[in-house]
């Protein structure tokens, strides 16, 4: 499958290719990242995981996982005492997740779900959390947000990673001798693999003010951002992340958001059309 772009707006049914994929690959995937583990809770490829970072509450509460794949980290979570509910579109995903529940021992519930309708009712988690889940996967990130902050109760915790916006602007190489410039930052261009004349993956690229301006629109509190090195150890090649790449510029944004406690001391101001981009050509 060869990649190229395409106007973001140009993909047909975003939802459906993510879950279409991944439906397809989960056994694959997760054969080709053995690192991923089957009780363990990684933030990033640069190998940081929740025990290196302590992002989530002390006390998390209730806890979403969204865009769960194969569940580890809610397994690491239910190892801990804790008690995750872990959700994902992709059916094939929660088939693999299952297989490990019963081999690990540690059973999560595991819910099919997409991020932008979830199946929950309005203040139902403490905490909501995803490690490069779901919103790479979406061209706009409003309608997520919105719903994350719905199923959140007052003072609820959402801690999220994701490709480092700035990545984009980059090849998809781990080697530090192919950080050359193939488009401008802040285009809206999906990447897109096509097989038999048809789309079958697409990420969307997210600017930095795409990410501040889509939490604080729905209502979010932003309380920190962390864009991750690489960690000494780390042999791993993911994609284009790798120790020789990942030693000039960061590949990971983390972000901790919080829904406000009163309601009625943030109220969000609506911003009219989109937010963050630059006007600009498309780069082929």
Not at 65 to 74: H, K, L, R, T, W
Not at 88 to 105: C, I, P, W
Not at 233 to 250: F, H, Q
């Amino acid at each position: 499958m060869e990649p190229y772009v395409r106007p973001s707006s140009a993909i047909p049914d975003p939802a459906r290719i993510a879950q279409y994929w991944w439906d397809r690959n989960a056994e694959d995937y997760l054969r080709e990242h053995p690192a991923l583990g089957e009780i363990r809770f990684q933030w990033s490829p640069e190998g940081y995981t929740e025990e290196d970072l302590r992002l989530l509450p002390d006390r998390p509460g209730r806890i979403l996982e969204i865009g769960a794949g194969a569940a580890q980290c809610s397994r690491w979570l239910a190892a801990h005492g804790h008690s995750p509910v872990a959700s994902d579109v992709s059916a094939g995903m929660l088939k693999a997740a299952a297989v490990l529940n019963e081999r690990t021992g540690v059973h999560v519930p595991l819910v099919q779900a997409d991020v932008t309708a979830l199946p929950f009712a309005e203040s139902s988690f403490d905490t909501v959390f995803t490690s490069f889940g779901a919103l790479s996967f979406l061209p706009d990130l409003t309608a997520a947000f919105a719903e994350i902050f719905r199923v959140l109760r007052p003072g609820g915790s959402w801690i999220y990673s994701v490709t480092h916006p700035f990545s984009w602007v980059f090849p998809d190489s781990p080697f530090a001798a192919d950080l050359t410039v193939i488009r401008p930052y802040g285009t809206a261009e999906a990447y897109v693999e096509e097989a038999d004349g048809q789309a079958v993956y697409a990420e969307f690229p997210h600017t930095v003010a795409d990410h501040m301006n889509g939490l604080v629109g729905v209502g979010f509190l932003i309380e920190g951002f962390l864009e991750p090195g690489w960690k000494a150890g780390t042999d791993e090649t993911w994609g284009a992340w790798g120790p020789d790449r990942g030693a000039m510029l960061p590949g990971t944004l983390i972000v901790s958001a919080r829904r406000p406690a009163n309601l009625a001391r943030h109220r969000p101001q609506p911003k009219a059309g989109r937010t963050g981009r630059p006007r600009t050509p498309s780069a082929q």
